[in-house]
């Protein structure tokens, strides 16, 4: 018997950087991540989660965790398979050219790479093509 329905995905979107490993990693399609125009939206198809952990093994930032939820009347409501939105994390502006991107989250710096090299945090606050510009630059030097 599926035991689908026990598995609850919790998602901080303070961390989450919009990476898509989890999404990459998730053979149920359980975790979803749409981009738009001016954020990235994080969604949950509830009650198809089957308790892998691949996501949250593997999230670079620990923004996912999943636990077993207890049968407390909400399992059935988990089983219709709805697709929930669990958070929206606004785009930043580029530091070198202003134009919107996804955020390096301030929190997951503090924690992870504060002291370690302070020459990334300036790079985190760059869009991709002015990050690749600056580091040929430094290649070059
Ligand atoms: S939850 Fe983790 S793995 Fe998924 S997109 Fe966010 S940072 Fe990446
Ligand atoms: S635990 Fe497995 S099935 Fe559940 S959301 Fe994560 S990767 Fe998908």
Redesign the pocket.
Known sequence: MSNKAN?K?IYDPIKCTGCKV?VD????K??QIEDRVENFEFM?CEG?????????EFCPTNA?T?TEEQDNGNLGKAQSKEVVSYGRVLYTHCKGCNKLMKPFPEVVYQKKLKGQNAVYHEKSLLCPDCRRKVMAKDLRK
């Not at 990693?25 to 149920?28: I, P, R, T, V």
């Not at 198809?48 to 949250?56: A, D, L, V």
């Open positions: 598995w995905v989890c990693l998730c053979s149920e359980t975790v949950v198809t989660c089957n308790g892998c952990r691949k996501c949250e996912i999943i």
